[in-house]
């Protein structure tokens, strides 16, 4: 019976130590180019369309903001307004006020529920007249020194987890990440990160560790 139980233990240890193998990809090395993780600002933002009016001698946004976005947006929050009549110049602003109603709107075809909001400029050109319509960034969430992967260095699988390929010597080295949100910049990820170049197209990779030859930058 000990022996029976002796033999039970080992082979239980020989079976966690095999699953505690990594999976090598049993490829020949593969060329990797790279892109560098940013550290830098990143925000999330909702878009809606508006029109200027004059406020006495000062000028104002009445903007319409979705249903399916109101719940991010609360008076104060930063705005930054693009105008087509104003070419490059971008205005700056706050949410100074909500509506306590909504209704539904026309627009694209497509019955929409809207609330209206007035947004305060903040300064704006002598060139800007009442009626142009322009369209309000909102921004809701901004970290100042994000950290931040490139599209092309990322990847998702089927159960919805992020992953990169970090750079060991001559091994791409298969990592989790976890997405906060995305920006125009990329996907921003919580916490630090112990890299500062991942391989581009990873979805490409298969394995835990990658032979790899000729790393690079694009």
């Given at each position: 019976?000990?022996?029976?139980?002796?033999?039970?233990?080992?082979?239980?240890?020989?079976?966690?130590?095999?699953?505690?193998?990594?999976?090598?990809?049993?490829?020949?090395?593969?060329?990797?180019?790279?892109?560098?993780?940013?550290?830098?600002?990143?925000?999330?933002?909702?878009?809606?369309?508006?029109?200027?009016?004059?406020?006495?001698?000062?000028?104002?946004?009445?903007?319409?903001?979705?249903?399916?976005?109101?719940?991010?947006?609360?008076?104060?929050?930063?705005?930054?307004?693009?105008?087509?009549?104003l070419g490059?110049?971008?205005?700056?602003?706050?949410?100074?006020?909500?509506s306590d109603?909504?209704?539904?709107i026309t627009?694209?075809?497509?019955?929409?529920?809207?609330?209206?909001?007035?947004?305060?400029?903040?300064?704006?050109?002598?060139?800007?007249?009442?009626?142009?319509?322009?369209?309000?960034?909102?921004?809701?969430?901004?970290?100042?020194?994000?950290?931040?992967?490139?599209?092309?260095?990322?990847?998702?699988?089927?159960?919805?987890?992020?992953?990169?390929?970090?750079?060991?010597?001559?091994?791409?080295?298969?990592?989790?990440?976890?997405?906060?949100?995305?920006?125009?910049?990329?996907?921003?990820?919580?916490?630090?990160?112990?890299?500062?170049?991942?391989?581009?197209?990873?979805?490409?990779?298969?394995?835990?560790?990658?032979?790899?030859?000729?790393?690079?930058?694009?």
């Open positions: 019976m000990k022996k029976y139980f002796l033999l039970m233990v080992i082979c239980g240890i020989l079976v966690f130590s095999i699953s505690q193998i990594p999976n090598i990809s049993n490829e020949l090395a593969k060329e990797c180019s790279t892109v560098s993780v940013v550290n830098g600002a990143a925000s999330e933002s909702v878009f809606c369309k508006g029109i200027v009016e004059q406020n006495y001698n000062d000028f104002i946004v009445n903007a319409q903001i979705s249903e399916e976005d109101i719940s991010k947006v609360t008076e104060g929050q930063a705005v930054k307004i693009s105008c087509k009549a490059d110049k971008m205005l700056r602003g706050k949410i100074k006020e909500l109603f909504a209704y539904k627009y694209g075809g497509v019955n929409v529920t809207v609330i209206d909001a007035v947004i305060e400029l903040d300064d704006h050109p002598k060139s800007l007249k009442s009626g142009y319509s322009v369209t309000a960034e909102i921004i809701y969430t901004e970290i100042k020194n994000a950290v931040i992967l490139p599209f092309e260095g990322i990847a998702q699988e089927k159960n919805g987890k992020y992953y990169v390929y970090r750079i060991d010597n001559d091994w791409a080295v298969k990592e989790y990440v976890d997405v906060v949100f995305e920006d125009e910049k990329g996907a921003v990820i919580s916490g630090k990160c112990n890299f500062n170049t991942v391989c581009e197209e990873p979805e490409s990779f298969s394995g835990d560790f990658v032979r790899i030859k000729n790393v690079g930058d694009n």
